[in-house]
């Protein structure tokens, strides 16, 4: 295989990480999204509870009012919200990164020729 030119390989490494830091942002994301979904769910719980209300903390289980675990419940999901937010710019970024670096890659390899074994 011929040697690629120091440019190419560059580019070659900055799109390998890029994928990689897109499947770490992918991952952190969906699992942002999930915690998303037991917030909601357990907000959904709390209003339809009647009776005690008790919450995790740690390894314990305690009892709260449900006026406190309500308000934890919506600035947790506040966070988290803007979590997914960022972490949503950051995949559309490397998207976009990945593209221009792909059309680079291409662009500079068109020229060459592949070598034979």
């Excluded at 909601?40 to 406190?68: I, N, P, Q, Y």
């Amino acid at each position: 295989m011929a040697e690629l030119p120091p440019e190419i390989e560059s580019k070659l490494a900055e799109f390998q990480g890029s994928q990689e830091q897109l499947q770490l942002v992918s991952a952190q994301k969906m699992q942002v999204k999930m915690q998303l979904d037991e917030v909601d769910a357990a907000a959904e719980a709390l209003k339809g509870a009647t009776g005690k209300v008790f919450k995790s903390v740690g390894m314990l289980v305690l009892e709260s009012d449900r006026e406190t675990v309500s308000r934890e419940l919506a600035e947790r999901k506040e966070a988290l919200s803007v979590r997914a937010q960022v972490l949503g710019k950051q995949e559309e970024r490397l998207r976009k990164r990945l593209l221009e670096l792909r059309s680079e890659i291409e662009s500079a390899t068109k020229g060459m020729k592949p070598s034979g074994g």
